[in-house]
């Protein structure tokens, strides 16, 4: 894409083992669809919530040159999947589960202010970026967090060391992510995703809502049965 970019290209064709983006994994819910067009919006909060169609610096580069970017296979000649800065109001267009993430819990029994931007940076110095941080208490150290699976070992070491004084635990969770432009605007969409998690009994960790998604933490890991029953009810 940086080439495209570079030499003032409006159209790039990316080619990978799978011919375009999809209404969610077809590994994980048989009848997923492919989506004919995205805006680079909607592209970049997949590919940020763990979809591997396109990398998001990619995206990034392509919004930033306008430069139109067309998905293909290296195995059939199927029509993919154009990325474009058209916007349109939508339903959901895909959904993404990643289950690459740990909520960590740190207490400690004393408590003063600067306790949670200490960690942040404790956390920061060696190279993991919690995604979601909360302390849970007004008047002790009660800190929730999310980082990625891959960042798990270096956490484990910093309990050993710098963090020894805490009593934790860590959990392997879910964050179910859905995606679409004026998802914020659309109650019925919030509704029903909250309606399906209740049904299942799904404890919710957080909730983040943006103009182009919706991103859901649980305190555990999920299984595939809610993104199928979520893609049953939201796109099909």
Known sequence: MAVAAAIKADHCY???????????????????????????????DLSNEGAKVLHNRCVEIAEKYDVLIETGSTFNNNIGTKINNKIEESTVKSLVKNDNLFLINLKYENYNADMLNKL???????DIIPLTIINNSTNSFNASFTIKASDLGKFQELLEKDLANFSSSFTNISRISLVGYGIMNNKNIIQKTLEILNLNSIDIFSLKLEECRLSIMTK?????????????????
């Open 14 to 44: 990316i080619f990978s083992d799978v011919d375009g983006v999809y209404s969610t994994d077809p590994k994980r819910v048989t009848d997923a669809t492919k989506i004919e067009e995205l805006s680079y919006t909607e592209m970049l």
């Open 120 to 126: 942040q940076l404790t956390l920061l110095n060696n």
């Open 220 to 236: 555990e890991k999920v299984s595939d049965k809610i993104l199928e029953q979520l893609h049953h009810e939201l796109i099909n």
